[in-house]
C-alpha cells in the first residue's frame, strides 16, 4: 500500500536548521509530485514547499522562499525539505503528501499522506 513517512524534526532554536525527509514506497515514485504542508495548532494545513515527479522545478510559499530547498531522489524514493533560517513562526506539524498534479498548492489535489514530524522553534 502507499506509505509516506516523515522524520528529522526537533525542538530548535530560532536561525538554527533542519531537515525533514519523506520516505515513499508502495507506488511508482517517480510518476508523482511531492509537497511538503505544515499545520500549526489551530490553524489549516498551508502548503510550504513542492516538486515535479521528475525531481526538477521546486516552488515555494512566500514564507519559505529563500530559506527552504526541497529536493526529490527517485533512485531512492524519498524527498527531503532542508530549513534554514528556522523561525518560531515556522513551528508545526510538517506533512509530505503525494500529487499527481503538477505545481499543486492544495491539500485536496494530494491523496495520499505521512502521519507528520513535529517542528518546534524556540525564540
Known amino acids: 500500500q502507499v506509505q509516506l513517512v516523515e522524520s528529522g524534526g526537533g525542538l530548535v532554536q530560532a536561525g538554527a536548521s533542519l531537515r525533514l525527509s519523506c520516505a515513499a514506497s508502495g507506488f511508482i515514485f517517480s510518476y508523482y509530485g511531492v509537497g511538503w504542508f505544515r499545520q500549526a495548532p489551530g490553524k489549516d494545513r498551508e502548503f510550504v514547499a513542492g516538486i515535479l515527479w521528475s525531481g526538477n522545478n521546486p516552488y515555494y510559499a512566500d514564507s519559505a522562499k529563500g530559506r527552504f530547498t526541497i529536493s526529490k531522489d527517485n533512485a531512492k524514493n524519498t524527498v527531503n525539505l532542508q530549513m534554514n533560517s528556522l523561525k518560531p513562526e515556522d513551528t508545526a506539524v510538517y506533512y509530505c503528501?503525494?500529487?499527481?498534479?503538477?505545481?499543486?498548492?492544495?491539500?485536496?489535489?494530494?491523496?495520499?499522506w505521512g502521519q507528520g514530524t513535529q517542528v518546534t522553534v524556540s525564540s
Open positions: 503528501g503525494r500529487t499527481a498534479f503538477q505545481n499543486s498548492l492544495y491539500s485536496h489535489e494530494y491523496d495520499s
